[in-house]
């Protein structure tokens, strides 16, 4: 069973709609991670969480320790958004070793 | 600008061959991580180092090896008894930071074909 699971695995929006996509995990962690991956393109980290809330342009995390849950937001979407959303979460006390999930494929159409 | 530095982004081999994935940081973290993709999958780690001259298997760690002769650099190699080579190679390192604040960074990543 994977510590982290991502919620959809798929999704499609038209462009200007609001996306959420969640993240729930098991294990005790120090840091939550949200990355991005175009396709055939490299990692891009989004967000570093440990508490609260981010925000950058119109991209917006949460987390909520307590729940062992994270939702990233995407207001406006636009169909440069389309990617692969990564959720990963550093484990607590293991210096800096990851847990991923499967990944989100968001298609933004226009 | 501090980082992680993976080269190339696209890589080739010929089946049978050994192949070296570079993974270099100048932001004096100590322990850095090789992380493997495979389609419909969550990243896996495969060797870590958390010091100079020392490093772990991690959970796939069969057909690699690696090396961390400098704090700033940590090379995967991929070698010829890795049955199913072909994925996506993510580098990432991590430091204890102040008041508990820690520092991780990932690097752009390396697409290794082999046909």
């Given amino acids: 069973k994977n510590e982290v699971e991502q919620s959809p695995q798929n999704l499609t929006a038209q462009e200007g709609e609001f996306i959420t996509i969640n993240c729930s995990y098991s294990v005790g962690i120090s840091a939550l991670h949200w990355l991005q991956q175009h396709p055939g393109g490299g990692i891009v980290s989004l967000f570093m969480l440990s508490s609260g809330k981010k925000k950058h342009g119109r991209l917006i995390a949460t987390i909520n320790i307590q729940e062992k849950h994270s939702s990233l937001h995407i207001t406006a979407s636009h169909p440069r958004d389309s990617a692969v959303y990564i959720c990963a979460v550093t484990e607590a006390g293991s210096w800096g070793k990851l847990q991923f999930g499967a990944g989100t494929q968001v298609v933004v159409t226009p | ?115």
């Fill in chain 2, 1 to 115: 600008d501090g980082g992680i530095t993976q080269s190339p982004k696209y890589l080739f081999r010929k089946e049978g061959q050994n192949v070296t994935l570079s993974c270099e940081q100048n932001l004096n973290h100590d322990a850095m991580y090789w992380y493997r993709q495979d389609p419909g999958q969550g990243l896996r780690l495969i060797y870590y180092s958390q010091i100079v001259n020392d490093f772990q298997k991690g959970d796939i760690a069969e057909g690699y090896s690696v090396s961390r002769e400098k704090k700033e650099s940590f090379p995967l190699t991929v070698t010829s008894a890795q049955k199913n080579p072909t994925a996506f190679y993510l580098c990432a390192s991590w430091t204890p930071g102040l008041a508990g604040v820690n520092e991780q960074f990932f690097g752009p990543g390396t697409r290794l074909t082999v046909l």
